[in-house]
């Protein structure tokens, strides 16, 4: 394998003039405040070493990378039956577009977009109180990353609760539908909760390790899922990770990956690795502008694209 320690510092060498470009998410006040000049990256291999460069102990809400784990959770609950409430294409369309929910008539088109996001949390909630399902979340990350530091930012999700009107249309719309079981605003205090987790590149990269290697984590020996459902689960963030940004990711990174607007992106190399980078600035779609460019060099230098080197 290549010098992993030596790609990371030429990249980040590399990204270093460009730091600050894009522009942070500011439709939630608090990621309005986030200091763009900040970049991070970390890359825990299967074999257990973690590679790290700039920020990468800095936390940063991690937003949208949480529908990752919170569908993790979902299939666990309630396997294959999932897929009756939420589909499996890319949306072609923006993370809270409302457009397409009501063509289909309240399934949402995937679990990574914002309305498939709010039904899986729906799902999650069954036979919980909001508290307990978000406290459920909490514990299974720090079980994943074996890290009992991560919290949840809660000023974040008061500062998306007060803001939020496109999730509230959205939930309401699924409401209207029959597609959420439980109060639209108990569902949105656990949809806003989970994308409030507050968490740093390499606790990332190690809470996802098991997508990397086969449903297990190796460093913790902890069997999260079937080796299938990993697939499974990678295949999907390949296709609907990066909303309608998703094709342009596949193109130039060719990894399964996930984006938030707290400008954090996790990526998995099958077999290989768990990658997170994080940096504010955002592009047009609402990804990590800097976070897809690195990420991109790191698939060129090290030739992980699962489509081939
Ligand atoms: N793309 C994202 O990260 C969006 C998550 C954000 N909490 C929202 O619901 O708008």
Redesign the pocket.
């Given at each position: 394998m290549t010098d992993l320690q030596a790609t990371l510092d030429s990249i980040y060498a590399d990204i270093q003039p460009r730091i600050g470009e894009g522009k942070v998410?500011d439709?939630?006040p608090e990621l309005a405040k986030v200091d763009p000049k900040q970049f991070g990256m970390a890359i825990v291999t299967v074999d257990g070493k973690v590679y790290r460069v700039g920020n990468a102990d800095t936390a940063f809400s991690i937003?949208?990378?949480s529908k990752v784990f919170m569908l993790t959770l979902a299939l666990g609950k309630v396997g294959e039956g999932l897929w009756k409430r939420v589909g499996r294409e890319p949306s072609g369309s923006a993370?809270?577009s409302i457009v397409q929910l009501e063509h289909e008539s309240g399934i949402p088109r995937n679990p990574f977009i914002?309305a498939g996001?709010i039904a899986v949390s729906d799902v999650v909630m069954a036979g919980h109180a909001p508290r307990e399902a978000i406290g459920e979340l909490l514990r299974f990350v720090r079980y994943l990353a074996d890290d009992e530091s991560i919290t949840i930012d809660d000023k974040v999700a008061r500062s998306?609760t007060q803001t939020?009107y496109?999730?509230f249309a959205l939930a309401n719309f699924m409401r209207a539908y029959r597609n959420l079981d439980h109060p639209v605003d108990h569902v949105l205090g656990v949809?806003?909760h989970q994308?409030a987790l507050s968490m740093s590149c390499e606790q990332l990269a190690r809470a996802g390790l098991f997508l990397a290697a086969r449903g297990s984590n190796p460093t913790t020996g902890h069997s999260v899922v079937s080796p299938k459902r990993a697939r499974r689960i990678n295949a999907l963030m390949l296709t609907c990770g990066h909303?309608d940004g998703s094709g342009d990711f596949a193109y130039h990174v060719g990894l399964p990956g996930k984006?938030?607007?707290?400008g954090g992106i996790f990526a998995v190399a099958p077999g290989i690795a768990s990658i997170a980078v994080w940096s504010p600035g955002l592009n047009k779609v609402?990804n990590s502008q800097l976070g897809a460019a690195a990420l991109e060099m790191l698939a060129a230098r090290t030739g992980w694209s699962v489509f081939g080197d």
């Amino acid at each position: 394998m290549t010098d992993l320690q030596a790609t990371l510092d030429s990249i980040y060498a590399d990204i270093q003039p460009r730091i600050g470009e894009g522009k942070v998410a500011d439709y939630i006040p608090e990621l309005a405040k986030v200091d763009p000049k900040q970049f991070g990256m970390a890359i825990v291999t299967v074999d257990g070493k973690v590679y790290r460069v700039g920020n990468a102990d800095t936390a940063f809400s991690i937003q949208s990378i949480s529908k990752v784990f919170m569908l993790t959770l979902a299939l666990g609950k309630v396997g294959e039956g999932l897929w009756k409430r939420v589909g499996r294409e890319p949306s072609g369309s923006a993370f809270n577009s409302i457009v397409q929910l009501e063509h289909e008539s309240g399934i949402p088109r995937n679990p990574f977009i914002n309305a498939g996001a709010i039904a899986v949390s729906d799902v999650v909630m069954a036979g919980h109180a909001p508290r307990e399902a978000i406290g459920e979340l909490l514990r299974f990350v720090r079980y994943l990353a074996d890290d009992e530091s991560i919290t949840i930012d809660d000023k974040v999700a008061r500062s998306e609760t007060q803001t939020g009107y496109r999730n509230f249309a959205l939930a309401n719309f699924m409401r209207a539908y029959r597609n959420l079981d439980h109060p639209v605003d108990h569902v949105l205090g656990v949809y806003f909760h989970q994308c409030a987790l507050s968490m740093s590149c390499e606790q990332l990269a190690r809470a996802g390790l098991f997508l990397a290697a086969r449903g297990s984590n190796p460093t913790t020996g902890h069997s999260v899922v079937s080796p299938k459902r990993a697939r499974r689960i990678n295949a999907l963030m390949l296709t609907c990770g990066h909303y309608d940004g998703s094709g342009d990711f596949a193109y130039h990174v060719g990894l399964p990956g996930k984006s938030g607007v707290g400008g954090g992106i996790f990526a998995v190399a099958p077999g290989i690795a768990s990658i997170a980078v994080w940096s504010p600035g955002l592009n047009k779609v609402g990804n990590s502008q800097l976070g897809a460019a690195a990420l991109e060099m790191l698939a060129a230098r090290t030739g992980w694209s699962v489509f081939g080197d």
